[in-house]
């Protein structure tokens, strides 16, 4: 398969794919998948655990980050054991970070920060690659070659953020602001492209108390220009420029980080002066300079998108992605802030 036409399916799937979701995951019946009775209250109802399309995207698109990270590195001729402990050891590491940054920036116990992880992430994953090699590499099958794993990681998260961005649809958060709250030139801009979210339960209408009203499509559009600059970081890649890979793909997502930021109207948004997220995105930038100069560019052999391929269809690898999957979803998909009552009932005419 050649790199043009593995790249133009991507691109095709997920056209179908935010065409499809842009539309519909806005609406309010889009938000729980399916409730869990857990007590009986004494009126004789359930209170129920919601489960909700907010876990179900958040947990599909970490794990076709990682099917993307080891379709990149197999294609450098990176072993499947040496990607299995890079991506073990950032997700241990990333995901408690998520939660404890979201608690210490944004004073919140039951929420989640991306930018807060994939900030641990840059900042940990060359010196990570650094101790394997030199630990490890004989057990795991072979050296990580530095930079080509930060370019590969950096794709990887862009694609998975961009998908992910369809999580925040679903549940209302990360909202745009109000149309009335912008100038009159954005107003017309958003006029014919906005979202109008419906369901008391969606973080922008508890929280921000814009249900009904358009507002700026900040999700849909940090979801487009993430997939593309996925898709330009790993044609780059697949073309062996492996440190202007990791350079472009970080210097345009956090950029748009921080300018998203401004048309936003939760707490990023309604920040007076530069957020500490915004900080993190301008320093992972100068990070990612600093890290093409302070690790040689290890030379590969010859890339064969088709190695990638098929390592990604290994057993485990399928396995161990499906088990992220599960242990994903059941971090992010089992709701806290919002419950359920349930009742059950006989259909006496279909007995």
Same mark, same amino acid.
């Given at each position: 398969m050649s790199i043009e036409l593995f790249l133009f399916i991507l691109a095709a799937l997920f056209a179908v794919l935010f065409a499809w979701a842009f539309r519909v995951l806005p609406q309010e019946h889009w938000q729980i998948i399916a409730a869990i009775?857990?007590?009986?209250?004494?009126?004789g109802d359930w209170q129920g655990l919601n489960l909700t399309y907010y876990g179900f995207f958040q947990a599909t698109s970490n794990a076709l980050a990682v099917a993307i990270m080891f379709v990149l590195l197999g294609a450098v001729g990176v072993t499947a054991k040496a990607v299995f402990a890079l991506i073990i050891i950032l997700f241990a590491v990333c995901w408690p970070a998520s939660k404890l940054i979201a608690r210490v920036v944004e004073k919140k116990k039951h929420t989640f920060t991306i930018g807060g992880a994939i900030f641990v992430g840059v900042l940990i994953a060359p010196w990570v690659i650094e101790l394997l090699n030199r630990t490890m590499s004989d057990a795991l099958g072979g050296?990580?070659?530095?930079?080509?794993?930060?370019?590969?990681?950096?794709?990887?998260?862009? /694609?998975?953020?961009? +998908?992910? #961005? *369809?999580?925040?649809?679903?549940?209302?958060?990360?909202? =745009?602001?109000?149309?009335?709250? /912008?100038?009159?030139? +954005?107003? #017309? *801009?958003?006029?014919?492209?906005?979202?109008?979210?419906? =369901?008391a339960t969606k973080k922008v209408a508890y929280e921000g108390l814009l249900e009904g009203a358009p507002v700026v499509p900040v999700q849909a559009i940090t979801a487009v220009v993430f997939l593309t600059i996925a898709l330009t970081g790993t044609y780059l890649f697949l073309k062996s420029h492996f440190a202007a890979a990791m350079l472009l793909t970080m210097a345009?997502?956090?950029?748009?980080?921080?300018?998203?930021?401004?048309?936003?109207?939760?707490?990023?948004?309604?920040?007076?002066?530069i957020s500490a997220y915004q900080v993190m995105a301008v320093l992972m930038v100068i990070y990612a300079v600093a890290i093409v100069f302070a690790f040689s560019s290890a030379i590969v052999g010859t890339i064969e998108i088709k190695?990638?391929?098929a390592l990604l269809w290994d057993p485990a690898v399928l396995l161990f992605c499906q088990a992220l999957w599960i242990a994903i979803f059941l971090i992010t998909g089992r709701s806290s802030v919002t419950g359920a009552t349930l009742a059950f009932f006989v259909h006496r005419d279909k007995i």
């Open positions: 009775p857990l007590s009986k209250t004494d009126r050296s990580i070659p530095a930079i080509p794993a930060m370019a590969a990681a950096a794709t990887a998260y862009a /694609l998975g953020e961009g +998908l992910g #961005r *369809l999580a925040c649809i679903s549940f209302g958060c990360c909202y =745009g602001k109000s149309l009335d709250q /912008l100038s009159p030139r +954005l107003r #017309r *801009l958003f006029g014919s492209f906005n979202f109008k979210f419906a =369901g345009l997502t956090q950029s748009w980080r921080f300018v998203s930021e401004t048309l936003r109207a939760d707490e990023r948004g309604k920040a007076q002066v190695s990638g391929l």
